[in-house]
C-alpha cells in the first residue's frame, strides 16, 4: 500500500508563491516511474488536474496554469513538489497529491486573497 501527505498551504496574497510537498511512504520501491501529480477542487467546483509528472521529465499542466506552476519531484527522496507562482484568487482550492491511477493525499488548503 502506498500513502501520500500534502504540506505547504496556506494563505497568500495574489501575485504570491507557495511551494507544496508531497511525500509517499509504503510500497515506494517503484516511485521513480509512477506517475504522480497534483489536481484540485475549488467548492462548487469539479476536480481540475493541475499537472503530472512521469518517467522521462514529462510534465504536463492545464491551461490555467502553464507558465505558473511547476511540478518537480525527488525520487530519492519520494517526494513531489508544486512550485505556484503568481498566484490569482482563482486557484483558491484543496489541492491533493496522487499516485495515477488509484492513490492520493488528504489535500492541503490554498487560499489566494488580499
Known amino acids: 500500500q502506498v500513502q501520500l501527505v500534502e504540506s505547504g498551504g496556506g494563505l497568500v496574497q495574489p501575485g504570491g508563491s507557495l511551494r507544496l510537498s508531497c511525500v509517499a511512504s509504503?510500497?515506494?520501491?517503484?516511485?521513480?516511474?509512477?506517475?504522480v501529480g497534483w489536481y484540485r477542487q475549488a467548492p462548487g467546483k469539479q476536480r481540475e488536474l493541475v499537472a503530472t509528472s512521469s518517467t522521462g521529465g514529462k510534465t504536463r499542466y492545464a491551461d490555467s496554469v502553464l507558465g505558473r506552476f511547476t511540478i518537480s519531484r525527488d525520487n530519492a527522496k519520494n517526494m513531489v513538489y508544486l512550485q505556484m507562482n503568481s498566484l490569482r484568487p482563482e486557484d483558491t482550492a484543496v489541492y491533493y497529491c496522487f499516485k495515477y491511477p488509484d492513490t492520493w493525499g488528504q489535500g492541503t488548503q490554498v487560499t489566494v486573497s488580499s
Open positions: 509504503g510500497n515506494t520501491f517503484l516511485f521513480s516511474i509512477w506517475t
